[in-house]
Structures are given as structure tokens and as C-alpha cells.
């Protein structure tokens, strides 16, 4: 008698036979795969189609950067940019943003560079004084919304 805890020995196969062939996997039937490569190709022949006549990219230009960048100095409060809470967070991010803008404006087109030399002039002067009300500040922002004004 075996015990218990002994293994069981595998089966072997049985003389003479073989597996036979696997079923054949289904796939997509060839209409049905035809009619979505078809509706593909002509859709992605209609966005492009279309992409083509409105002529617009949709990548942002140094026009559009100088423009984003004029937005954001004139909803810059300088009084706003110390106090606690939203008010000092949307005028750091307001000056912050007219800075980085107008820097990528003037990388693109050399004549936006005027406002970016300004903007970034008042950034480093603040950066000495900490105080947008000191003239060393406020000469080169008044500098810039007047660059922004003529634009």
C-alpha cells in the first residue's frame, strides 16, 4: 500500500494518438476590417482637409505671446502682489507670466525684445529692492505697459 504524502505519477500518453489541430482563432472578418481602415483614411482626410482651409496651425506665434503677455502686465495690480491669499497669488503670477511671455515673444521676433529687456529689468530691480514701489522698479514697468500700449 502507497502512503498518502507519495506523489502521484503523470499519466502518459496514450499509444498511437496525437493532439489534434487547435481551432482556427476568428479574427475580424476582412469586410468589417476593410470599412474601418476605409473610415480612417477619410476621416483623417477630413480633419486634415479642414486643418488646411482654416490656415490656422494652432501653434501660438510671438504676436499671440506678446499679446498674452500685455493681458496679463495690465491685470497686474502692484499693490496686490504682497498680500496674503488669492489677490497676492494672481498678481505674482500675473508678473511672472508677462515676464515669461514676453520673453518668448522677443525669442521669435526680435522687435518684441524692447518689452521683454523691461519686463525683465523691473523682475531683477525688485529682485534687489523687494519693493514695486521703488523707482528702480517702477521705471522699467511704466517702460513696459507703455511698450504694450503701442502694440
Given amino acids: 500500500m502507497s502512503s498518502p504524502t507519495s506523489p502521484i505519477p503523470p499519466v502518459p500518453p496514450v499509444p498511437g494518438t496525437r493532439p489534434g489541430p487547435a481551432a482556427p482563432l476568428r479574427g475580424p472578418r476582412p469586410a468589417l476590417a476593410a470599412a474601418l481602415v476605409v473610415g480612417l483614411v477619410v476621416g483623417g482626410g477630413a480633419v486634415g482637409a479642414a486643418w488646411a482651409l482654416d490656415g490656422d496651425d494652432g501653434t501660438p506665434g510671438a504676436a499671440d505671446d506678446v499679446r498674452a503677455a500685455c493681458r496679463a502686465l495690465d ?4 499693490a496686490d502682489y504682497t ?20 520673453a518668448s515673444a522677443a525669442a521669435a521676433e526680435t522687435e518684441y525684445k524692447p518689452l521683454a529687456d523691461a519686463l525683465r529689468e523691473a523682475q531683477n530691480q525688485h529682485a534687489r529692492t523687494f519693493d514695486l514701489a521703488d523707482a528702480k522698479v517702477r521705471k522699467p514697468l511704466t ?3 507703455d511698450i504694450c500700449a503701442g502694440l
Avoid: H, M, Q, Y
Avoid at 498680500?83 to 514676453?102: C, H, M, Q
Fill in 75 to 78: 491685470g497686474f495690480e502692484e
Fill in 83 to 102: 498680500k496674503d491669499g488669492p489677490a497676492g497669488e494672481i498678481a505674482t503670477n500675473r508678473f511672472a507670466a508677462a515676464i515669461v511671455l514676453s
Fill in 143 to 145: 517702460t513696459a505697459r
